[in-house]
DNA sequence: ATATCTGCAAAGACTTTGCATGAGA
DNA sequence: TCTCATGCAAAGTCTTTGCAGATAT
């Protein structure tokens, strides 16, 4: 099934074949929003966007695909605080997108930056690596969150 | 009131006087089962621990303290992803217990590490300061977690 | 053809809120 | 004394589960 724009199949699809998971209108869709985003959209805010592609689509089948692909790793789910998961599609093939969270605690905003992303794969690096042999835990992947008040926050 | 041991009044006394909230004894209670333990305690956990002591204190209390001692920045809040919060001390007066956690997405297990702490404040420290100055962020805490398959896990 | 996936409704789990009583400063 | 804190019960919110019908391979 083509898709509308000419960059060829989307690279998912593997991802989905490979791990005996099957290609449908509602995976194909949520990770479609996913992609054509950069906002951390909780289940509701896929559900909605989703909802109006493919009106069909139930928020249940949002919430299991979610599940799987986080289970597949394509797909990080955060926690800032606020009672709800957010998702974000994790790093495209090769490693693009890579950024981490400060989230205001009193406000609820949270900023991605990309600032100090190379010194902290090198920090991470080794850690995981000293973490891996001391714990023989296989790690996969790390969160890093900072906390504080927000520009506007600051201000009150 | 005295607490049955010798170090004199508790810390903590101050930081509540201080923000203008009481000393109550499920406040005391409450503190006293953070400090006691090095694990990793929910809620209900709490609850459980504390009920032992004064079978009156009630669940809806240990939410509203654990939120409050949140908000007061003596307790940390994590989610390791099974759904309900987790609380720790976060590092008593001068910055001891400071640790991170390593996530086991199969079983949930969660081991501290302690490891490599020093290397991290340095790089923390650095990020911190730019991220502050470039977002007008106040940064007043930081979360790191890694995310993988424990021993156990591996083996199966 | 058939094992997997979906949608709806209902249930489940954790957490928060309302309100009258009780306690701290 | 007077405001703040507590406890119980009820409600709220997000998320998961059961099951029959639909779908991908």
New binding site residues.
């Given amino acids: 099934m083509p898709r509308g724009n000419g960059t060829g199949p989307p690279w998912w699809h593997g991802r989905f074949?490979g791990g005996g998971?099957?290609?449908?209108?509602?995976?194909e869709t949520i990770v479609n929003v996913l992609s054509k985003t950069s906002k951390h959209l909780?289940?509701?805010d896929v559900y909605m966007a989703v909802h109006k592609i493919?009106s069909?689509?139930?928020?249940?089948?949002v919430?299991?695909?979610l599940?799987l692909l986080v289970q597949m790793g394509l797909v990080f789910k955060f926690d800032f605080g606020d009672?709800?998961?957010r998702y974000e599609l994790s790093e495209g093939p090769k490693g693009e997108r890579h950024h981490h969270h400060l989230v205001c605690t009193s406000c609820g905003r949270v900023i991605d930056y990309t600032d100090f992303i190379d010194e902290e794969i090198e920090l991470l690096n080794q850690t995981e690596k000293g973490l891996s042999k001391k714990y023989n835990f296989n790690i996969t992947s790390h969160l890093i969150q900072f906390y504080g008040q927000c520009n506007g926050c600051n201000l009150k």
Same sequence: chains 1, 2.
């Fill in positions: 074949r998971y099957r290609m449908t209108i509602p995976r909780s289940a509701e493919h069909n689509i139930g928020l249940t089948t919430y299991r695909t599940e009672g709800r998961a």
